[in-house]
Structures are given as C-alpha cells and as structure tokens.
T-cell receptor
Framework: QQPVQSPQAVILREGEDAVINCSSSKALYSVHWYRQKHGEAPVFLMILLKGGEQKGHDKISASFNEKKQQSSLYLTASQLSYSGTYFCGTDVKAAGNKLTFGGGTRVLVKP | NAGVTQTPKFQVLKTGQSMTLQCAQDMNHEYMSWYRQDPGMGLRLIHYSVGAGITDQGEVPNGYNVSRSTTEDFPLRLLSAAPSQTSVYFC????????????FGNGTRLTVT
C-alpha cells in the first residue's frame, strides 16, 4: 500500500516555508525523499532511517516519527529552484531499496 | 561516470508489438529496479533485482519481463504492448544497503497506439 502525501499541491512565494507530509500504514525501516522537475528524472534529497539517522541535502531538512510512521519534509526559506514535485518513498526492510512511492506533492515557488 | 543510462528516450509502438527497454549502470550497484510513472501520478514498481541472476516482481508486473544476466544491465521487455502500458519508464539502481539513495535514469517515454 502506497504512502499518503499531503498536501497535494502548494504555492509559495520565494522565501516562504512549507511542510510536506508522508504517512504510511506499515512499519518502516526508511523514508526517502526525491524531487522531480517537469520532464526529468527524480533526484535524491534525503534518507531518514529508523533510529534517527539522516542522510542527504544540506539545505532541506526532514523528520521521521517512527511511532506514527510519518515523515515530514521542511522547505525553509524557499528558493525558485525548489519548484517541482516531491515524492516520498518508503521501505519496510533493512536491505535493498524496494521503495513504494507516494502520489507526490507539487510545489510552485513564485518570485 | 555515466550513472544510469536508458535507451531509447522515446518509443511509439502499435498494440501487440513487443520491445525491450534497455537499462545499464556503471556504478557496480547490486540493486536495480524498473518503475512506471503515469501522468500526474507517483512511481509504481514493476520489477526489481538484487543481483545478477535474481529478479522479483513489484506492484505492477503483468505484461512485463525482466532478466539480470550481468550486474550492469537490467532490460525490461514488453511482451505484447497494450495502450494501458503508455507511460514513462524509469530504471533506478542503488547499492544493496538500505540506506543508499536510488539513482534514476532519464526515462523512456513510451506510447502504445
């Protein structure tokens, strides 16, 4: 079952903040976040692991609530380059990367 | 390094035709996978492989076959194309560890008429 992302879309002015949420009904080992610009491939942003470890982007932060199986991605002081569709991918095992992706959140940052 | 290379970039097929989408990676990654992305939607896993000679089904495997004879290559075969298989197909690879990011190819846009 795929994770549920919210909101489905958000419009920001440059410099504003936003939060994107990802919720799963299964116990998770990791949550990945990717950004996809129109007509391009998804690009890795962050991995959050069970136990609190994080890896990835130094200007975008995220959290992982293991008890609730929820993750949030924080876009702080947004830049025009943050525009795109954000996907969370969830993995229930500690080996391999058999990710199940959410439906995506479209982000538009305006000047 | 080229990363993950997919060919072709675009393809138009007629219903019933077969074809193979190619995927190659030069990062010595054990794990490779195929996803399809339909307009306005997320990525759905078709098949994946955890190493040469080992493949398994994902969420939407029907109508597709894969093989993994080498670490580098992971082709996706459409057996008899249907309009429902019109989509963008992404190949991705990663190292085996569960804390490794997926590296995606640039995608193949397939239209079945």
């Amino acid at each position: 079952q795929q994770p549920v992302q919210s909101p489905q879309a958000v419009i920001l002015r440059e410099g504003e903040d936003a939060v994107i949420n990802c919720s799963s009904s299964k116990a998770l080992y990791s949550v990945h976040w990717y950004r996809q610009k129109h007509g391009e491939a998804p690009v890795f942003l962050m991995i959050l692991l069970k136990g609190g470890e994080q890896k990835g982007h130094d200007k975008i932060s995220a959290s992982f609530n293991e008890k609730k199986q929820q993750s949030s991605l924080y876009l702080t002081a947004s830049q025009l380059s943050y525009s795109g569709t954000y996907f969370c991918g969830t993995d229930v095992k500690a080996a391999g990367n058999k990710l199940t992706f959410g439906g995506g959140t479209r982000v538009l940052v305006k000047p | 390094n080229a990363g993950v290379t997919q060919t072709p970039k675009f393809q138009v097929l007629k219903t019933g035709q077969s074809m193979t989408l190619q995927c190659a990676q030069d990062m010595n990654h054990e794990y490779m996978s195929w996803y399809r992305q339909d307009p306005g939607m997320g990525l759905r896993l078709i098949h994946y492989s955890v190493g040469a000679g080992i493949t398994d089904q994902g969420e939407v495997p029907n109508g597709y076959n894969v093989s993994r004879s080498t670490t580098e290559d992971f082709p996706l075969r459409l057996l008899s194309a249907a309009p429902s298989q019109t989509s963008v197909y992404f190949c991705a690879s990663s190292s085996w560890q569960g804390d490794s990011p997926l590296h995606f190819g640039n995608g193949t846009r397939l239209t079945v008429t």
